[in-house]
T-cell receptor, first 112, second 113 residues
Framework: QKEVEQNSGPLSVPEGAIASLNCTYSDRGSQSFFWYRQYSGKSPELIMFIYSNGDKEDGRFTAQLNKASQYVSLLIRDSQPSDSATYLCAASRNNAGNMLTFGGGTRLMVKP | SQTIHQWPATLVQPVGSPLSLECTVEGTSNPNLYWYRQAAGRGLQLLFYSVGIGQISSEVPQNLSASRPQDRQFILSSKKLLLSDSGFYLC????????????FGQGTRLTVV
């Protein structure tokens, strides 16, 4: 059973719109959550992380965490064509290995 | 600043041949090190992680092995490659502290033919 789930997409939004990416996790021991962006053929780059319930904003990006619902989301405001990529959600238990468990990713397409 | 180097960027190997992928980290000490594999259009699967020299934990039983001969060096190996070993291999490091992210190398695209 996969521990982190994402809709594979593609999610298509027009330029300037808000893109909403969602992620659920099954391991209640997960404590930290990360959003990575991955362009085709490239390695993942960290966008932001969150570990407290509520919202966390960084520029055009807002991460939301609801531990009771085991739900994480990423909002991208004023979406640009350069935001077109696959977005990976990851969870960590903050244990000795501090490993990240990744979802399958959501492909986002921002159309001009 | 910290940097991670992974090579080669691409590799084409015949079935049954050996494999050695190397990853090194600069600018930090005693990092946690990870090997992930990503199949085409899929998420990242953790293969191995290491919290120190000589300490390797395997997450998935497979045709691969890992070693950490030095603090900032992580090696992924195979004695005989299978077709199913094809994929995008990513090395990553983290500080190993709570609420800290992992940073990825550029990746190695391995095609077994």
């Amino acid at each position: 059973q996969k521990e982190v789930e994402q809709n594979s997409g593609p999610l298509s939004v027009p330029e300037g719109a808000i893109a909403s990416l969602n992620c659920t996790y099954s391991d209640r021991g997960s404590q930290s959550f990360f959003w990575y962006r991955q362009y085709s053929g490239k390695s993942p780059e960290l966008i932001m992380f969150i570990y407290s319930n509520g919202d966390k904003e960084d520029g055009r990006f807002t991460a939301q965490l609801n531990k009771a619902s085991q739900y994480v989301s990423l909002l991208i405001r004023d979406s640009q064509p350069s935001d077109s990529a696959t977005y990976l959600c990851a969870a960590s238990r903050n244990n000795a290995g501090n490993m990240l468990t990744f979802g399958g990713g959501t492909r986002l397409m921002v159309k001009p | 600043s910290q940097t991670i180097h992974q090579w080669p960027a691409t590799l084409v190997q015949p079935v049954g041949s050996p494999l050695s992928l190397e990853c090194t980290v600069e600018g930090t000490s005693n990092p946690n090190l990870y090997w992930y594999r990503q199949a085409a259009g899929r998420g990242l699967q953790l293969l191995f992680y290491s919290v120190g020299i000589g300490q390797i934990s395997s997450e998935v039983p497979q045709n691969l092995s890992a070693s950490r001969p030095q603090d900032r060096q992580f090696i992924l190996s195979s004695k005989k490659l299978l077709l199913s070993d094809s994929g995008f291999y990513l090395c990553a490091w983290s500080l190993g502290l709570p609420n800290t992210e992992a940073f990825f190398g550029q990746g190695t695209r391995l095609t077994v033919v």
